[in-house]
T-cell receptor, first 113, second 112 residues
């Protein structure tokens, strides 16, 4: 089954404790991206990746890091989480960045205390 | 810069009513794509439709229809004879290159 898998789905953590949200897709998609969803703001792009070892900032990259060492995986790293990073995070993949529909993971709800 | 505006924050209708969700975009791209996604109460995001900037033909899929007007930079979504299962948040999105910009979403409540 074609899917994008994120883990963990739910996480409560404390300020400053590094965490990683994993994302994996099994569709051999070149493009992957991370979004955060906040009430009233829709989805905002954090980082995206065109292919292995090719990543770039989205609209809200501050406080986040990513890596793309393998085509299927695109982890999101919060080196020192802060309360303003409390949000619902979605990973997505697509055949291409421009024309392809985005396939989303189920979302990861993160709370930073 | 690209921008997508969904001016309707929430809409409430009674089942079987028709409802139109508005989407207005700003772009400097000459070639771009527009999308609609649905987020039901369960939280997942589901692709509904893609339209490229060269194709202004309206599209109908069952009870759903989309009206793309480049002259007014709008890509509106109409649900005919709404049903309770249509209750969701709907997002309009624009892609001109490597970034996809989403609107803030419109929450649709369909009451039985």
């Amino acid at each position: 089954e074609a899917q994008v898998t994120q883990n963990p789905r739910y996480l409560i953590t404390v300020t400053g404790k590094k965490l990683t949200v994993t994302c994996s897709q099994n569709m051999n998609h070149e493009y992957m991206s991370w979004y955060r969803q906040d009430p009233g703001l829709g989805l905002r792009q954090i980082y995206y990746s065109m292919n292995v070892e090719v990543t770039d900032k989205g609209d809200v990259p501050e406080g986040y890091k990513v890596s793309r060492k393998e085509k299927r995986n695109f982890p999101l790293i919060l080196e020192s989480p802060s309360p303003n990073q409390t949000s619902l995070y979605f990973c997505a993949s697509s055949v291409t960045s421009r024309t392809g529909e985005l396939f989303f993971g189920e979302g990861s709800r993160l709370t930073v205390l | 810069a690209q921008k997508v505006t969904q001016a309707q924050t929430e809409i409430s209708v009674v089942e079987k009513e028709d409802v139109t969700l508005d989407c207005v975009y700003e772009t400097r791209d000459t070639t771009y794509y527009l999308f609609w996604y649905k987020q039901p109460p369960s939280g997942e995001l589901v692709f509904l439709i893609r339209r490229n900037s060269f194709d202004e033909q309206n599209e109908i899929s069952g009870r759903y229809s989309w009206n793309f007007q480049k002259s007014t930079s709008s890509f509106n979504f109409t649900i005919t004879a709404s049903q309770v299962v249509d209750s969701a948040v709907y997002f309009c999105a624009h892609t001109g290159g490597f970034k996809t910009i989403f609107g803030a979403g419109t929450r649709l409540f369909v009451k039985a």
